[in-house]
């Protein structure tokens, strides 16, 4: 299955580099747990459509980012991909969507489980999550509830006393790691419950000693990454020295026909600007070639392809 293999692989921690500015988050959960509203809480803005469904109006995976203390919060929302009707060959695309665009890992996997009445089905996608994702990555997995509005003011303590006893042995399994969202809520009320998840999101990154949640298959994702962003930085360094040299010659052509002083000063004047310009826009274009690797389809491609190739490995 393809939601089995990457259990299988290696997993590790990945250490953040010192100069790491990003909190990566991906929320999980079963269509209409209400992650794409969550998410939405969290950004503060409508980044994922959002609205009450039968069905998952999330699609395809999708990210947006926002900031908290001076930290790039970049959340990715998943559809359904745990939905006991979602076939494996769907799965897998999102899976390659979603590791990409969380390369080289996610510092939090926000599990989204609405209040109310736990079904069979909402607890078999909740062990697909989990057999994916594997043990090791509970270090770094928070609950997250929904619909805190539908309590109508009980404590949430006083819910989970009557709460079903697998709700109440998920919370145990995640050793009191999770937050209660009103997605409805507004102004001071949202940005307590987002101030709340997130600083329980930076007390698990201190708990894991600065690192994000990686396995061997994240990690070749990154190196494939990095590959493709270096050779893009190439073209457009060779890019720059082309037209580097065309603006020279252009210039020192120009320069050399019969002028003043002052009007040959005027066009090595000119000439620097547009060195001065044109370097900035590609050392730009190169600090940006990152994102624009993860934009591409190539990208996508490459790694699908080989996400088939372990998941073949690990078939049952």
């Known amino acids: 299955m393809a939601t089995q293999y990457l259990s ?19 929320l999980v959960g079963k269509t209409g747990a209400g992650k794409s509203a969550a998410g939405n809480s969290i950004l503060r803005e409508k980044v994922f459509p959002s609205s009450f469904s039968a069905v998952s109006i999330t699609k395809h995976c999708k990210k947006g980012s926002s900031t908290w203390k001076g930290r790039e ?16 060959a ?7 969507c979603c590791m990409v665009l969380t390369s080289p890992g996610p510092h939090a996997l926000l599990l989204v489980i609405p209040l109310g009445r736990y079904t069979p089905e909402g607890q078999k996608a909740t062990e697909k999550i989990l057999a994916m994702f594997g043990e090791r990555a509970r270090e770094h997995m928070i609950l997250l509830f929904t619909r805190k509005d539908d309590l109508d003011g009980m404590d949430f303590r006083d819910y989970l006393k ?6 109440q042995e998920l919370i145990r399994k995640f050793r009191g790691r999770y ?12 940005e307590d419950q987002r ?6 999101v930076q007390d698990v990154v201190n708990k894991c000693k600065g690192r994000y949640y990686t396995n061997s298959l994240y990690q070749k994702i990154e190196e494939e990454i990095q590959k493709e962003t270096q050779v893009l930085q190439e073209i457009f360094r060779a890019e720059l020295e082309r037209e580097k040299a065309h603006i020279i010659q252009k210039f020192e052509e120009e320069i050399r026909k019969p002028k003043d002083e002052l009007e040959q000063q005027e066009w090595k004047v000119e000439m620097e600007r547009q060195l001065a310009e044109r370097e900035a826009h590609w050392v730009s274009r190169q600090q940006s070639a990152r994102d624009d690797v993860l934009s591409q389809s190539k990208i996508l491609e490459i790694i699908f392809n080989m ?5 073949s490995l690990f078939k049952d």
């Open 90 to 96: 769907e799965t897998l695309k999102e899976i390659t």
């Open 73 to 88: 919060v970049v959340v990715v929302d998943t559809p359904g991909l745990f939905d006991t009707e979602v076939s494996d």
């Open 8 to 26: 299988e692989l290696r997993t590790s921690h990945g250490l953040a580099n010192p100069e790491e500015s990003q909190l990566r988050l991906i």
């Open 307 to 311: 996400l088939r190739f372990f998941s």
């Open 195 to 200: 101030e709340q998840l997130l600083a329980l």
């Open 162 to 167: 009557q709460a079903p006893t697998a709700i």
């Open 179 to 190: 937050c209660v969202f009103n997605n409805k809520a507004t102004g001071a009320e949202q």
